[in-house]
C-alpha cells in the first residue's frame, strides 16, 4: 500500500525559507509522477509542482516559479519542495500527492491517486 509521509511544515516570516519532504513508501514509483499541493481555509486546493519520478522533469505554478524548487531523492524515496522568498499569500496546508498513471506532471487534483495528510505552513507577514 502507498503511503506518502510530509514533514518540514511550520511557521516562518515573511522572506524566509523552510523545505518539506515527502516520504513514498510502499511501492517503486518508476512511471510515475509526484506533485505538491496546497490548500489555504476557505480556497480550493492548488497545484504548487511536481516532478516525474523517472527522468526528473520538473513543472510550477506560476505563483511560485523561481522562488520553490521540487527535487527528488531516488535512494531515499523522498521528494522534496524548497520554498525561498516565502509570502503570507503561500500560508496553507501542503500535500504531496503520487500519480500512477502518467509519467507527466498534470496539475489537477483529481489526476492523483494517493495522498499524504499534509503539512502546515504559515508565513507572517
Known amino acids: 500500500q502507498v503511503q506518502l509521509v510530509e514533514s518540514g511544515g511550520g511557521l516562518v516570516q515573511a522572506g524566509g525559507s523552510l523545505r518539506l519532504s515527502c516520504a513514498a513508501s510502499?511501492?517503486?514509483?518508476?512511471?510515475?509522477?509526484m506533485g505538491w499541493f496546497r490548500q489555504a481555509p476557505g480556497k480550493e486546493r492548488e497545484f504548487v509542482a511536481g516532478?516525474?519520478?523517472?527522468?526528473?522533469?520538473?513543472f510550477y505554478a506560476d505563483s511560485v516559479e523561481g522562488r520553490f524548487s521540487i527535487s527528488r531523492d531516488i535512494a531515499k524515496s523522498t521528494v522534496y519542495l524548497q520554498m525561498n522568498s516565502l509570502k503570507p499569500e503561500d500560508t496553507a496546508v501542503y500535500y504531496c500527492?503520487?500519480?500512477?498513471?502518467?509519467?507527466?506532471?498534470?496539475?489537477?487534483?483529481?489526476?492523483?491517486?494517493?495522498w499524504g495528510q499534509g503539512t502546515q505552513v504559515t508565513v507572517s507577514s
Open positions: 500527492a503520487a500519480d500512477r498513471s502518467s509519467s507527466a506532471v498534470r496539475t489537477r487534483p483529481s489526476s492523483y491517486d494517493y
Open positions: 510502499g511501492r517503486a514509483f518508476g512511471g510515475y509522477a
Open positions: 516532478i516525474t519520478w523517472s527522468g526528473g522533469y520538473t
